[in-house]
């Protein structure tokens, strides 16, 4: 069965300073991969998405994230946090093949200091 | 702007009430979702709609009852919810739910108050 990990619940960030998030999955196989970010009170936003290829991904906002295998991760990053980015980070799994059911972790929340 | 229209965005009933949250595509997805997110947690999958059948029951309750109109339209009624049952219910759209190269687009959610 999919899973998927994100060890750090809360994360504080000074503005203009580097971020990374951490994710683990675990998959039998190369799975998708995705980052979504949700403002408080509203949906969840699609920030980078990872099928195959190059496996380091460029998202939307500055962030990008990379695929690592031998890791099962797939950490988001972004050189410059801007105090807008403050909001919870969902990263997501979803199967190669067959019905996409998504699994998606816990969700690590980004507060941003100034 | 999110390209998934949910509506209300907030709703606030009794137990005894009948009411419909409604979701609304126009990028001619052909798979719709129905998400119930508590505070902290993230989404937990309702339904899944395929081409407007119903593919997807994760074994919810049946005082939640879903309902695709046609190929734009998801709706979920509601009957007799119980207040373990307020929440946000987010709505979710795919190009096909069996290509996982195609990401779900959510929308902004109906926050459930049941009283």
């Known amino acids: 069965a999919q899973s998927v990990t994100q060890p750090d619940i809360h994360i504080t960030v000074s503005e203009g300073a580097s971020l990374e998030l951490r994710c683990n999955y675990s998959?039998?196989?190369?799975?998708?991969l995705f980052w979504y970010v949700q403002s408080p009170g509203q949906g969840l936003q699609l920030l980078l998405k990872?099928?195959?290829?190059?496996?380091l991904v460029q998202g939307i906002k500055g962030f990008e994230a990379e695929f690592k295998r031998s890791q099962s991760s797939f950490n988001l990053r972004k050189p410059s946090v801007h105090w807008s980015d403050a909001a919870e980070y969902f990263c997501?799994?979803?199967?190669?093949?067959?019905?996409?059911?998504?699994?998606f972790g816990t969700g690590t929340r980004l507060l941003v200091s100034p | 702007d999110t390209e998934v229209t949910q509506t209300p965005k907030h709703l606030v009933m009794g137990m005894t009430n009948k009411k419909s949250l409604k979701c609304e595509q126009h990028?001619?997805?052909?798979?719709m979702y129905w998400y119930k997110q508590k505070a902290k947690k993230p989404p937990e999958l309702m339904f899944v709609?395929?081409?407007?059948?119903?593919?997807i029951n994760e074994s919810v309750p049946s005082r939640f009852s879903p309902e695709c109109p046609n190929s734009s339209l998801l709706n979920l009624h509601l009957h007799a919810l119980q207040p373990e049952d307020s929440a946000l219910y987010l709505c979710?759209?795919?190009?096909?739910?069996?290509?996982?190269?195609?990401?779900?687009?959510f929308g902004d959610g109906t926050r459930l108050s049941i009283l």
């Open positions: 997501a799994v979803g199967p190669n093949t067959g019905f996409q059911k998504l699994v």
């Open positions: 990872y099928f195959s290829g190059d496996t």
């Open positions: 979710a759209s795919s190009q096909d739910s069996l290509r996982g190269n195609q990401p779900q687009h």
């Open positions: 990028m001619g997805h052909r798979a």
């Open positions: 998959y039998g196989a190369t799975p998708y």
């Open positions: 709609y395929s081409y407007e059948k119903l593919s």
